[in-house]
């Protein structure tokens, strides 16, 4: 049985021509996204064009349906808090002074 929000996000990364970190991001295996793009080549989604895969007009057709179930409306999704450049809590009297060699912006 096929997972059809992970075969949406094969689909968008196809259409978008990226790359498949945010699937592994997902915990998906490099062997999952291979089972993945074969079932999107079975259900002619997906095709290969001069060594490239390329969204078929039933896959175009698919995301624009899908769109509406999977799109993200929860913000936190779409912005990570910046754990990096965290300082601690400093009292009131404070003053903090950054090293300059530490921070990563």
Do not use: C
Not at 12 to 29: A, F, H, P, Y
Not at 83 to 102: A, C, F, T
């Amino acid at each position: 049985m096929i997972n059809e929000r992970l075969l949406y996000i094969l689909l968008t990364i196809v259409k978008k021509n990226g790359d498949v970190r945010q699937m592994l991001k997902e915990g998906v295996s490099f062997k999952e996204i291979g089972d993945l793009i074969n079932t999107g080549l079975e259900l002619k989604l997906l095709v290969f064009v001069d060594d490239e895969i390329k969204l078929t007009t039933a896959g175009k057709t698919k995301i624009n349906k899908e769109w509406v179930n999977f799109k993200s409306t929860n913000k936190a999704d779409w912005i990570l808090p910046d754990v990096k450049n965290k300082i601690s809590k400093m009292g009131k009297n404070d003053i903090y002074l950054p090293n300059e060699r530490e921070l990563t912006f």
